[in-house]
Nanobody, 123 residues
Framework: QVHLVESGGGSGHTGASLRVSCTAS?????MGWFRQAPGKEREFVTV????????YYADSVKGRFTLSRDNAKTTVYLQMDSLLPEDTAVYCC???????????????????WGQGTQVTVSS
């Protein structure tokens, strides 16, 4: 079992920056973030699969969000810049093992989840 602990988030206005982080109790193969806004389905935000050496991003956040990791590959940091009201959601950290490329954006492929942290952006 892997436990994920999230921190950060909060609120801001359009254009603000916020950061969330997630620490795993042990190393997995990939760590990333999904988000869910009220009344909407969960959507993929970004993931870092260690063997690829780079993160993957949803088109909606590309160029605004940056995912980084620590050397131990047990913590990821999501820097969110140029925030928009449509970024408002509960952000959940996810981690998984043996993820294939075609499933990276599918939440069902991830075995481990954090409790979620709220990010609210007002206009």
């Amino acid at each position: 079992q892997v436990h994920l602990v999230e921190s950060g988030g909060g609120s801001g206005h359009t254009g603000a920056s916020l950061r969330v982080s997630c620490t795993a109790s042990r190393r997995t193969d990939a760590m990333g973030w999904f988000r869910q806004a009220p009344g909407k389905e969960r959507e993929f935000v970004t993931v870092f699969r260690w063997r690829d050496g780079r993160p993957y991003y949803a088109d909606s956040v590309k160029g605004r969000f940056t995912l980084s990791r620590d050397n131990a590959k047990t913590t990821v940091y999501l820097q969110m810049d140029s925030l928009l009201p449509e970024d408002t959601a509960v952000y959940c950290c996810a981690a998984g093992m043996d993820l294939i490329t075609s499933t990276l954006t599918n939440g069902a492929a991830y075995a481990y989840w954090g409790q979620g942290t709220q990010v609210t952006v007002s206009s």
